[in-house]
């Protein structure tokens, strides 16, 4: 075991000054965070804009309703001229929504019907629908007014029209709903674990063979064992050194910058929960760093290392990105699917929910089975004459 | 002292050594002499642990590499054909690294490591990172990387190769220097005048097997050759491959 510590302080004090090592265990983890803290800062300051300034409403028209132009510009809508083909504008994301009135609105107001209106939107479009729901809310509050001025007018009560009455309560609470953006984070996290101990992992074997030193290593009076233990523990070294970063740079960013105000809700993501989260991740290095070793050192060279292992990162993050969009129940069948597993608990805690005691053994036990197999395997490996070739 | 019986490997279909056998006793330089192909690096990865053999067996003080690995690995001092450095870590920290994994330390490592610096004249480079090092200098921690726990035998695969005049000129006396203080020198060259002008024992190898061995007396003698290339010739049958 001593000796397996040597290895470990010689590949660390060798990494440390290597700068692509560096970049992968203390920068690369930054970048993830920031990323996605600056794109909900975007998306946030988008709806909040859109829903608390006065919007443009481009009107064709205008002119053929007057009170209704005067009802829509006292609640926050500013009337502007419709541009001349509105579909056109629309389609083209020039306009989120046109409303059209027709030259025989103001006969059908005045007689008591229906009196036409268009409203030229596009279904497709996410970024309109908050632009749309406000002119939506804002007719049909005219169009109620209007209705219960004139049963009243006829003596009747407005109240006998409304046949129901509904009250939408949304049980999301503010942390969930931020949370749907917030999936994104289980990837940044995995990402974390498969690329920060990535180059020394390469360097520690295939490296290592390429530059001609792992012959003279292996002539060493020291067990293979031994030695793979140096390099993984080193390897598990960066690796938590950028997982640790990652969940830091998560929390320092979500606690300062102001994303509460741009999203409209309030985020308490504490110590704890980080924590909780580094807790329930740490097994995952368990897994990736024999992976990532048992690859590199089966390639041939540095080169090849390096194509297989930066692929790595993508094969756990696919879940992950099915999960920001569509989110998968915590079930123990996704436990027991490694690195999945982790990421829906990941997602379970940020939303403040009570993740099962069974989920995490489940998934953390599977994991961890998982690494000391594979680790078995890198010795194996290791012992074998093809260690000096490669595969 | 290294001993090799009958040793024999082979790759896929093909045979590196087929029945390799020949002794290196202490205090003498034993050179294996072959073309490029001949075995000789299979051979020398047989004793020094990395590989084993299909059959025959290899002794280093009696120690058997197959089943006593440590052992051998403690009594070898191995500078193989691939012998890269870390380019990150100084001369001095390639050395330490080695030595440390001897199960050396402290101030007797650090003395042994001012003694083969002074040795092998490698102050200048001694805490420069090895990265940018020319073919002699690099020859020149990979040796003392190698002697570093003060070995009783020692290995040297090819250790001429790529070397100018002066640093061959250096390592010839290093080797002398082995061989009187009693140590077992076992090195492997396709360079005649290498073998010619070092070596006490020659043992010939081509196509896997030993074609010859001896003196450079004894083959000048048999083969009834004048100088000592003649005797290579005559014993090869050819002299592809020798320089």
Redesign the interface.
């Known amino acids: 075991m001593r000796r397996a510590g040597i290895v470990f302080t010689k590949e660390v004090l060798d990494n440390l000054r290597d700068r692509r090592s560096l970049l992968a265990a203390l920068f690369y983890p930054i970048l993830g965070p920031s990323l996605l803290v600056l794109v909900l800062l975007l998306v946030g300051r988008t709806f909040r804009d859109r829903a608390e300034s006065d919007i443009e409403l481009p009107v064709a028209g205008a002119a053929h309703a007057p009170n209704l132009m005067n009802y829509l510009g006292s609640h926050g809508l500013d009337i502007v001229e419709a541009p001349s083909d509105p579909e056109a504008a629309v389609a083209a994301g020039d306009a989120d929504v046109v409303l059209v009135v027709p030259e025989d609105f103001a006969e059908a107001f005045t007689s008591g019907q229906p009196a036409p209106l268009q409203l030229v939107v596009d279904g497709s479009r996410n970024t309109a629908t908050i632009s749309v729901g406000r002119v939506r809310r804002a007719l049909d509050s005219y169009s109620r007014r209007t209705g219960a001025l004139r049963l009243m007018a006829r003596g009747i009560n407005p109240a006998v029209v409304d046949a129901l009455a509904i009250e939408q309560v949304d049980v999301a609470t503010p942390q969930s709903q931020a949370a749907n953006l917030l999936n994104l984070m289980p990837y940044f996290v995995v990402f974390a674990i498969f690329v920060g101990g990535m180059y020394l992992a390469i360097d520690a074997t295939a490296g290592e063979r390429e530059r001609g030193s792992l012959e003279p290593l292996l002539t060493n009076p020291v067990a293979r064992w031994e030695i793979v233990a140096g390099k993984l523990g080193a390897t598990m070294l960066f690796t938590l050194v950028s997982l640790v970063e990652t969940l830091l740079a998560f929390a320092v960013l979500f606690n300062v910058v102001p994303l509460g105000d741009s999203l409209g809700i309030r985020l308490s993501l504490g110590v704890g929960t980080f924590a909780t989260i580094f807790l329930i991740t740490v097994p995952m290095v368990l897994l990736a760093v024999p992976l990532q070793l048992l690859i590199a050192a089966y390639t041939r060279s540095f080169k090849e290392a390096q194509n297989y292992l930066s692929m790595l990162p993508l094969v756990p993050a696919l879940p992950g990105m099915f999960l920001a969009f569509l989110p998968v129940k915590p079930a123990l069948w996704a436990m027991l699917i490694p690195t999945f597993g982790q990421q829906i608990l990941i997602n379970q805690v940020m939303r403040g929910e009570a993740v099962a005691p069974l989920h995490v053994g489940a998934a953390t036990a599977v994991t961890v089975v998982l690494g000391i197999a594979l680790t078995a395997l890198v010795v194996r490996l290791f012992e074998r004459e093809r260690i000096l070739f490669g595969r | 002292m290294i001993e090799a019986r009958g040793l024999r490997k082979a790759f896929g279909t093909v045979v590196a050594v087929d029945g390799v056998s020949f002794t290196a006793p202490d205090g003498r330089v034993t050179g294996l002499l072959g073309p490029n192909g001949a075995g000789k690096t299979t051979a020398l990865?047989i004793v020094?642990?990395?590989?084993?053999p299909d059959a025959g067996w290899v002794r280093v003080d009696g120690f058997d590499p197959v089943t006593d690995?440590?052992?051998v690995?403690?009594r070898?001092g191995?500078?193989?054909?691939?012998?890269?450095?870390?380019?990150?870590?100084t001369s001095r920290?390639n050395v330490r690294?080695?030595g440390?994994?001897?199960?050396l330390h402290g101030a007797d490592l650090d003395a042994r490591i001012e003694r083969l610096v002074s040795l092998l004249d490698m102050a200048d480079i001694a805490d420069r990172?090895s990265e940018g090092f020319s073919h002699g200098e690099r020859m020149k921690v990979?040796l003392a990387?190698?002697l570093v726990h003060d070995p009783q035998n020692v290995l040297l695969d090819e250790p001429t190769n790529g070397l100018d005049v002066m640093s061959t000129r250096a390592l010839r006396d290093i080797i002398r220097r082995l061989r009187e203080d009693g140590r077992c020198v076992l090195f492997s060259s396709h360079v005649m005048q290498e073998v010619a002008a070092l070596c006490d024992d020659v043992v010939i190898v081509a196509g896997g097997r030993v074609v010859a061995d001896g003196t450079p007396e004894d083959l000048r003698r048999t083969t009834g050759c004048d100088t000592l290339e003649d005797a290579f010739v005559a014993v090869l049958g050819t002299a592809e491959g020798l320089d």
């Open positions: 990865r020094c642990t990395v590989m084993r690995p440590r052992e690995q403690r070898l191995v500078l193989p054909d691939a012998h890269g450095l870390y380019p990150r870590l920290e690294y080695f440390r994994l001897h199960g990172r990979a990387r190698a």
